[in-house]
């Protein structure tokens, strides 16, 4: 009794047309083959679907009813089709995105534009997580991505690299220090400093830094967020060390950047569940990632090449 989809097609198809020769050209095949596909339902169906009344041909009460049935089948087959279409298009689009606090204030607004100016259609949802709540995030499925440096992933996530990202001397321009070469970990000792909370990342990474020096800076003042640390060097309070993606895209009109001694580096990296495919839009999105390597300003290349 079943019939399949192909049959559903050619079927609609007459009933629309009202004659075989209309559905045979809708559907791009002969009369003939229109023809055979019509009887061949009617023997797996048990029952007649038209009838020839002096030359025209008629939909028979069962045939009629049938097809207030199928337009409904075909309804969907288009919605089907329809999705297919978006999802191929990026239609009706959401990418979600979890970035740590200080990447929400740089590097992703860039490379979100960058986006959109692709996929117009796509919605993107960025969400500014502690790392620990990145995670979470992405073990939920309430984000897609993670982009963040995070000192130790998570088996169940992959962490794809996308920049070594140096960590740089942010240094107020009357500073003695800002006409250096370089600033090394030892010219900090004594000098104002703007510091950062070992509750975070990065300043768990700065307190490893100094723990195996003699003399450590004492911090003035101790913030959370880079950028935070960053405007406060620019007001004159200290030095601040920073990574190199947050600085990138900002001007901080009173602050000289310069280059740490030794080289040290916070890589970013994008994290996602380990055995969950990406979206195309996804896909996209980290590609954008790659390819906005940090375009470093003119004066601060030419301070790292001499420093080398």
């Not at 620019?234 to 060390?241: E, P």
Request: hydrophobic share 45%; glycine share 4%; proline share 6%.
């Amino acid at each position: 009794m079943s019939i399949n989809l192909r049959q559903i097609e050619v079927f609609r198809a007459i009933m629309l047309a009202r004659s075989v020769s209309g559905a045979a050209k809708a559907l791009h095949v002969s009369q003939p083959a229109i023809s055979r596909l019509v009887s061949h339902t009617e023997q797996r169906l048990g029952f007649r679907l038209f009838e020839r009344i002096k030359g025209r041909l008629y939909p028979t009460p069962e045939a009629e009813r049938l097809f207030g049935e199928v337009d409904v089948v075909y309804s969907g087959v288009q919605r089907i089709n329809q999705v297919a279409e978006d999802l191929l298009a990026n239609r009706s689009a959401v990418l979600r995105v979890a970035c740590t606090p200080n990447l929400s204030q740089s590097l992703l607004p860039r490379a979100t534009s960058l986006f959109l100016r692709k996929h117009p259609e796509v919605r993107v949802i960025l969400h500014s997580k502690a790392p620990q709540d990145l995670m979470q995030d992405l073990f939920a499925h309430r984000s897609e991505l993670g982009i963040a440096y995070m000192p130790a992933g998570h088996p169940a996530l992959a962490a794809d690299l996308l920049y070594e990202n140096r960590v740089l001397a942010a240094v107020p321009s009357g500073h003695s220090l800002a006409k250096a070469k370089a600033i090394r970990l030892t010219d900090l000792a004594n000098e104002p400093f703007v510091g950062y909370s070992t509750d975070i990342p990065f300043g768990q990474l700065i307190r490893e830094l100094f723990a195996g020096l003699d003399s450590a800076p004492t911090a003035r003042v101790e913030v959370e967020q880079i950028h935070v640390a960053c405007e406060l060097a620019d007001a004159g309070l200290g030095i601040a060390l920073a990574d190199e993606q947050t600085l990138l895209g900002r001007n901080w009109s009173n602050l000289t950047m310069l280059p740490l001694l030794p080289n040290v580096q916070t890589p970013v990296q994008v994290f996602y569940p380990l055995y969950k495919p990406l979206s195309r839009p996804a896909q996209d999105f980290v590609s954008i990632l790659r390819s906005m390597h940090p375009a470093r300003a003119t004066a601060l290349r030419s301070r790292t090449a001499t420093a080398k």
